[in-house]
């Protein structure tokens, strides 16, 4: 099930870097944000900021698995960076791997305004409650 975009928060550590949500399920996550204002000093997107948008749309998605009642919190993340970005808009895309009663894990892919990719992570969430 999408949920309306409206009722998604991506909170206030994602709103600093500019990650707007575009569709949201448990099973799938895209999200946007901007390079600029998310580099390093030599003007490079950021790996951190990368790894950010990562954990943001893959705990969005997390927590809509979990459902009411319950939440979802990331207990690992680790990536590969693959290409730099210097300007534009990076997609995010969150697509879960195993969504379990207490675990859910997803991949995401970071990409480039041309499609290329950039980065892939793997976020693995705790689900709690209920």
Known sequence: M????DQVDPGPM????????????AQRVVGTMPVEGNTQP??????????AMAETLGSIGAHLHAGPGRSAVGIEINGSHHKSAHSGMVTGVATAVSLGRTVAVYEVVVSDER???????RLTCLVRGG
């Open 14 to 25: 994602a709103r600093r870097l500019g990650i707007a949500i575009l569709e949201a399920s």
């Open 115 to 121: 499609g290329a990719r950039l980065c892939t992570a």
């Open 42 to 51: 030599l003007g490079l997107l950021n790996g951190g900021a990368a790894l």
């Open 2 to 5: 999408t949920i309306p975009l």
